[in-house]
Each structure stands twice: as C-alpha cells, then as structure tokens.
Nanobody
C-alpha cells in the first residue's frame, strides 16, 4: 500500500504565508508527477500545481507568482509554498502522486486525505 499524508494547513490572515507538505510512504519503486489540488465548498476540485520527477513545474493562473511547488525525491515529499494568500484560496488542499509500486507495475494515482487552509481576517 501507499499512503500520502499532508500537513501544514491552518488559519492565516490575508497576505500571509503557509507551507504545505505531503509525504508518500509504503511500497514505492518510483514516483512520477506529484501535484496539489484544492476544493472549495460548493466547487469542483481543481489543479493548483504539478511537478514532474525531473522538477518541471506548472501552476494554475490563479496562483502563479504566489505559490511554488517543489519536491524532495529522496524523501518522497512534495511541498507547496503559498505566499500572499487571499480569502479565495480557502479550500481543502489535497496532494496527488503517480506511483509505480514495483519496476514492472503500472502507475497508480494516490491521494492524500486533505488539509484545510482558511484565509480570513
């Protein structure tokens, strides 16, 4: 089995910063893309940012210039540095990873349980 555990969410004032972490553990041979999604109340889950195993990144237009995704392949961990937070960033944030459990197994997508980020004064 593979588990993704997020941490770092919380309550922050507008303009503040938070850093989310997501650590993957379990039976892992290789992790391909890792990503952060978010889901606000009453809205569909949306992609926030993605990073390849080689470090190539992409982010949603709504967070470009404010959020930075990074990863530590040795620790199977992905991070999301969130700066200049706005009330509209309030959501549950989920991490996502494409994992090969063995050299010969196909890639499966795993999700974390989510961490709440609330931006409010």
């Amino acid at each position: 089995q593979v588990q993704l555990v997020e941490s770092g969410g919380g309550l922050v004032q507008p303009g503040g910063s938070l850093r989310l972490s997501c650590a993957a553990s379990g039976s892992i041979y290789r992790i391909n893309d890792m990503a952060w999604y978010r889901q606000a109340p009453g809205k569909q889950r949306e992609l926030v940012a993605v990073i390849t195993s080689g470090g190539i990144t992409n982010a949603a237009d709504s967070v470009k210039g404010r959020f930075t995704i990074s990863r530590d392949n040795a620790k199977n961990t992905v991070y999301l540095q969130m700066n200049s937070l706005k009330p509209e960033d309030t959501a549950v944030y989920y991490c996502n990873a494409g994992v090969h459990r063995t050299r010969w197994s196909p890639e499966y997508t795993y999700w974390g349980q989510g961490t709440q980020v609330t931006v409010s004064s």
